[in-house]
């Protein structure tokens, strides 16, 4: 494989030091992008992209080829693919989000569901993998990711995106048994998926908890960290010569920074409702920080996201360990002027903490 000739969000992952903090976008390659829109119009539908490995590579180089500052790349894929090939036939409604022709209700359902093969069943994907890889000929590292198991789960039991996740707490409680061995089968298919994703050609790998943060404290621990506590210490973390690093996400997870610190990643994905400097001091030299600045303020002036960006790297502070990034993924109606004076800011503004 090709050498890389930008390795400093990797290096930043395992709190090497870097010449400035790099930065890349949760949701980078998306509608805000006018490119994107296009290609997306030519494919026919939001699966149609992901599900063409030559689309999926032209998405996923969009962003970078429009913002040189952007230290990685991301696999353009959706997180329900998995759900998707143990036979719940996703599909996606205008103006609803994702939704599945199958829901998964008793044990039974649970107990038939298969755990896909990752080169059989989402053999796409890795095609994916492989074909961005070789385009990006060592321009930066590229990032897989997965759903979470609590995650997926809830998808799977709604029957697509929920505002109270109703069915799945109701099952969490009243059925924990059919809970756990769902969450488990989740697992066992998150890890050989990522670890495809890994021997494809990803040299980092992100899991998002999407909707962990929904869950109480103690049913945090037990239905959602736990199984991605079970992935990392499956996954491989050394391929072609180097660390693979593994960044763990948890949307409204910062009353647990510690315990998600203690789970075996080597990074920590924050929104923004932590604040970054006391994230540091809690976690200490345990993991590196990503993160986390709120999407929303890329609707402002680009005076306003430099400053917003200058606070949020004061407040980290010096010394390696941070991938910027922001809270959540980028929204479509966000002007691309704007993702460019913030990526530009992370750059300008932080050689000064990497001294």
């Not at 809270?327 to 109606?333: L, R, S, V």
């Amino acid at each position: 494989m090709t050498a890389l000739k930008n390795d400093r969000f990797l290096r930043a992952l395992l709190k090497q030091p870097v010449d400035v903090t790099p930065v890349w976008m949760m949701r980078q390659a998306g509608r805000y992008l006018p490119e994107y829109r296009a290609s997306r119009a030519h494919a026919g539908d939001f699966m149609s992209l992901c599900m063409n490995p030559e689309f999926a590579c032209e998405v996923t180089m969009q962003p970078l080829d429009r913002y040189p500052q952007l230290d990685a790349a991301i696999l353009f894929s959706d997180i329900l693919t998995i759900p998707d090939a143990m036979g719940q036939g996703l599909y996606f409604e205008t103006g609803e989000g994702p939704r599945f022709k199958k829901v998964v209700s008793t044990l039974a359902d649970i107990e038939a569901l298969p755990i896909p093969d990752p080169h059989k069943d989402l053999g796409y994907v890795m095609d994916a993998v492989s074909t961005i890889r070789r385009e990006l000929n060592g321009r930066v590292p590229l990032i897989g990711f997965s759903g979470s198991p609590w995650t997926l789960a809830t998808y799977m039991v709604e029957g697509g995106s929920s505002k109270d996740f109703r069915k799945t707490k109701a099952m969490l409680y009243d059925n924990p048994q059919a809970m756990h061995l769902l969450l488990d089968k989740l697992a066992q298919s998150v890890t050989s998926y990522l670890n495809g994703q890994i021997m494809a050609g990803a040299q980092a790998v992100q899991i998002f908890d999407t909707w962990g943060g929904n869950l109480s404290s103690a049913a945090y621990q037990e239905f959602s960290l736990a199984y991605m506590r079970k992935i990392v210490s499956g996954l491989i973390r050394e391929h072609e010569g180097r660390k693979v690093p593994v960044i763990m996400f948890t949307k409204g997870g910062g009353l647990w920074l510690e315990s998600i610190a203690d789970a075996g990643a080597d990074a920590l994905g924050l929104d923004w409702t932590c604040d970054l400097g006391e994230a540091r001091q809690r976690v200490g030299n345990r993991v590196a920080l990503q993160g986390n600045m709120d999407p929303t303020v890329l609707y402002a002036k680009p005076e306003a996201i430099r400053t917003e960006v200058g606070r949020i790297l004061a407040s980290y502070g010096k010394g390696s360990g941070h991938v910027f990034n922001l809270g959540h993924g980028i929204t479509p109606e966000v002007n691309p002027e704007h993702a460019g004076a913030f990526l530009r800011a992370v750059h300008e503004l932080s050689a000064q903490y990497h001294e």
